[in-house]
């Protein structure tokens, strides 16, 4: 065989299999353009841990020296599975109480649950966009439409991120384990329940 007619031969295998070379490095580099870098995941990671998130998202048990954090359900939210009692009435100078997880919360407003911040994606923020969690955050509406984000979460104060500093925190969220954990939504003043008479 002439080596003219090899070639002709061999040549649509060759460009086949540049083009599938080409495709894969495509996805390849679009996957790494849709990757946070190590050093937005630790500023996020940073900011979540100074901003006081695992004080409230983080379900708190009793150690040996009282109550921390229960970092096996980091972020987690109110712990689904965890019945509470009615809880009291907003009444007097102490009109807002919490449960011992630091997860529920009661005042005028009702009784509030803090969010599942992992990414799962069905009980957490794992089909959240950057622009859902952003707009949460400026907003204070859930995904920047719904429901007013209760207390004691901190909106006031956390729109004063900068868009980049919210960048960092939802790459970080991104990385943390996921967690499956169902938050029940916030029971409004009117029918949140009451403690009852002694």
């Not at 190590?38 to 500023?43: G, I, N």
Request: aromatic share 8%.
């Amino acid at each position: 065989m002439k080596r003219s007619t090899l070639v002709k031969s061999n040549l649509p295998a060759c460009i086949a299999a540049a083009f599938a070379w080409l495709a894969l490095s495509g996805s390849a580099l679009a996957a790494d353009a849709g990757k946070p870098s190590a050093d937005k995941v630790a500023r996020g990671k940073y900011l979540v841990t100074t901003s006081g998130c695992n004080d409230c998202h983080t379900p708190w048990t009793m150690g040996p020296n009282g109550p921390e954090p229960d970092y096996s359900r980091m972020l987690s939210g109110h712990p689904e599975k965890m019945e509470l009692p009615p809880a009291p009435k907003p009444v007097g100078p102490w009109i807002v109480s919490a449960a011992a997880t630091n997860t529920a919360w009661s005042g005028p407003w009702g009784v509030s649950f803090t969010a599942n911040l992992t990414p799962d994606p069905e009980t957490g923020l794992g089909k959240w966009t950057l622009r859902n969690f952003v707009d949460t955050i400026r907003t204070g509406r859930h995904m920047g439409r719904g429901r007013p984000i209760l207390p004691p979460m901190p909106i006031p104060m956390y729109k004063n991120f900068t868009d980049e500093d919210l960048e960092a925190i939802y790459s970080y969220l991104r990385t943390i384990p996921p967690v499956k954990n169902a938050v029940p939504e916030p029971l409004p003043p009117a029918i949140a329940p009451t403690a009852s008479k002694q």
